[in-house]
């Protein structure tokens, strides 16, 4: 079993619609990052959570220690939205960066 | 303008013949690390280093080594490359580990 968990692998959405993307995690974790990665294969930090929710334009990330489990949003989705998104934890214990596999969102407009 | 630089870009090499690929951040970060990303396996951690001159193996360091002898620099070798290297590399750096991290564009290499 991955030590991290996403879902959905691929998300297809109407330009509009409101978007969730699932991380679950089975390890202890100093935090867990949401990264972003366009087409072009460049990658981005959305996020770095160790508690609560944060936002930043159309876009919330939450996360729950207790349950081990993170949430990104999408509010009102559009195309250039469309990317690859990755969940990925620091180790509680070890230095170590580990990654979710992605998930693969296109919107349509 | 804060970046983190990778080069080459690109690379087609052949078994064997040892190459260094470059990555340098203008940050003054503490904090760098290489990643490799393959099809169906994701990002994975090659190596971390948490300043200079210490330095730690990730998840899939065999056939890398990498160096840390100036904050800014964390260049990875591969001494003997094999067709099992061909990926895409990132380098990632930040302020310390469990920070956010800024990421290099990739460098795409094909060992043939």
């Known amino acids: 079993k991955n030590e991290v968990e996403q879902s959905p692998q691929n998300l297809t959405a109407q330009e509009g619609e409101f978007i969730t993307i699932n991380c679950s995690y089975s390890?202890?974790?100093?935090?867990l990052h949401w990264l972003q990665q366009h087409p072009g294969g460049g990658i981005v930090s959305l996020f770095m959570?160790?508690?609560g929710k944060k936002k930043h334009g159309r876009l919330i990330a939450t996360i729950n220690i207790q349950e081990k489990h993170s949430s990104l949003h999408i509010t009102a989705s559009h195309p250039r939205d469309s990317a690859v998104y990755i969940c990925?934890?620091?180790?509680?214990?070890?230095?170590?960066?580990?990654f979710g596999a992605g998930t693969i969102l296109r919107v349509k407009s | 303008e804060a970046q983190v630089t990778q080069n080459p870009r690109y690379l087609i090499t052949v078994t064997g013949k040892k190459l260094t690929v470059t990555c340098s951040q203008n940050?003054?970060?503490?904090?760098m690390s290489w990643y490799r990303q393959d099809p169906g396996l994701g990002l994975r951690q090659i190596y971390y280093?948490?300043?200079?001159?210490?330095?730690d193996k990730g998840d899939v360091p065999e056939g890398y080594k990498v160096s840390r002898k100036e904050k800014r620099n964390f260049p990875l070798i591969l001494e003997s490359p094999s067709p099992n290297q061909t990926s895409l590399y990132f380098c990632?750096?930040?302020f310390g580990q469990g920070l956010t991290q800024y990421f290099g564009p990739g460098t795409r290499l094909l060992v043939l």
């Open positions: 990632a750096s930040s």
């Open positions: 390890v202890g974790i100093s935090a």
């Open positions: 959570l160790s508690s």
């Open positions: 990925a934890v620091d180790m509680e214990y070890g230095n170590k960066l580990v």
């Open positions: 940050m003054n970060h503490e904090y």
């Open positions: 280093s948490m300043n200079v001159e210490v330095t």
